[in-house]
């Protein structure tokens, strides 16, 4: 009976690539039955516009089956830059760890929390703000992942469980990805799109990006002191997370010596230069990938590694994280998928539908809603 049960719940394990692939055979199918349509554009003191009413039935796209599986490597290909990444993170990241620099500065933290009363909030608050940094300024969503394995074993030794592990990292990144004030990924591309000038209105984004961050930092360690006085409130309770955590004191601890210190100066400039990078030199994914991977063979010669240990060990790091790398290339394929079959503009105005009439202060609510949903 057991075993019936056990398989019953495989059976209904929604992996995300399933689903992701799941959204592009929708789109596939809905070829068939949504009738095709484009708006006209006209350019107004430079911008291209959309011409209110001027929706009209195009030819219907011709779409192959194939096309369900050609959306794969064609969305790989076009957020390439992404996964590379993603890839490069990951394989510098092993970099470092496999010299012992981030267990050797992990080992350091935990020591002087435990000997400092009330610290570890604080180290909380700090990476959260580090990871909000991340997502508003650089746009780091999925880039994030190769850094999970690094901060989840850190929040567990401080006392904490897997879940304010995982919000310091995606709480931090996706709140500050949201309402990110130079987010080339939302703002870069909304402005692009919309042919203003890039990045203006930092202001107010900036302000409504520090509320917001503010508050999910509130949120985040109000959940982390509660659950370091009582365990037994943790979401997590009755779930084993020993296979998550490492040992950072006692004879298991490295030594921090003055070669981790210098390593960790290289990442920590890493992610200044980058942003700096970003912020002056409108650098893109490709210049954060050579920065990165530039990181990575700086650790490895303060690390004194090999030739063929360097490169085995940023193979690794890139293997670790190849999955999420190739989700995001096969989400790029729904998007691959919906222009092929030419039903973006038909889905636009099946929605405009229901916002005509709004006022201008509506209809951005309406619009709001609408994408949420979406």
């Known amino acids: 009976m057991s075993g019936e049960v056990a398989t019953k719940k495989r059976g209904f394990d929604l992996n995300p690539f399933f689903i992701l692939f799941l959204v592009i055979v929708i789109v ?11 708006y006209e554009r006209q350019v107004v003191n430079g911008r291209t516009l959309v011409i209110p009413g001027s929706y009209h039935p195009v030819d219907k796209a011709v779409v192959s089956w194939l096309d369900v599986f050609r959306s794969l490597p064609n969305g790989l290909i076009g957020s390439a830059s992404i996964v590379f990444l993603i890839l490069i993170i990951g394989g510098a990241v092993e970099i470092f760890n496999a010299t012992g620099t981030i267990s050797a500065g992990v080992g350091r933290l935990v020591t002087y929390s435990k000997e400092h009363e009330g ?4 180290m909380l608050g700090v990476l959260y703000a580090f990871f909000s940094v991340l997502g508003g300024f650089l746009g780091f969503a999925e880039g994030a992942i190769p850094f999970v394995p690094l901060v989840v074993p850190l929040v567990l030794a ?6 304010t592990a995982v919000g310091v990292v995606f709480l931090g990144c996706l709140v ?5 004030p130079t987010n080339v990924y939302t703002v870069g591309v909304a402005h692009a799109v919309a042919e203003l000038e890039m990045f203006s209105g930092f202001e107010f984004r900036f302000i409504a990006y520090l509320v917001f961050c503010v508050v999910g930092m509130t949120h985040l360690l109000l959940y982390a002191r509660k659950v370091h006085k009582d365990p037994s409130r943790s979401y997590m309770v009755g779930i084993d997370d ?11 601890a490295q030594k921090f010596e003055a070669r981790h210190v210098c390593s960790l100066v290289v990442l920590l400039g890493t992610f200044a230069v980058t942003i700096f990078g970003m912020q002056q030199w409108k650098w893109g994914l490709n210049d954060m990938s050579a920065t990165f991977f530039v990181a990575g063979i700086l650790a490895g010669i303060l690390g004194g590694m090999s030739i ?43 929605l405009a539908v229901y916002l005509e009439g709004l006022p201008p202060f509506g209809s951005v609510m309406a619009i709001f809603i609408v994408i949420l949903f979406m």
């Open 28 to 38: 596939y199918a809905a070829s068939f039955v949504v009738a095709p349509g484009a």
């Open 119 to 122: 610290s570890s909030l604080i």
């Open 158 to 163: 401080l006392g904490y469980d897997a879940m």
């Open 242 to 252: 020993s296979d998550l955590r490492i040992d950072y004191t006692g004879s298991a």
């Open 176 to 180: 500050g990805f949201a309402v990110g």
């Open 308 to 350: 063929d240990n360097f490169v085995s060990t940023f193979l690794t790091g890139a293997r670790n994280a190849l999955g999420g790398a190739l989700v995001v290339g096969v989400a790029r394929g729904i998007q691959w998928m919906l222009d092929k079959t030419a039903l973006l503009d038909p889905t636009i105005n099946a």
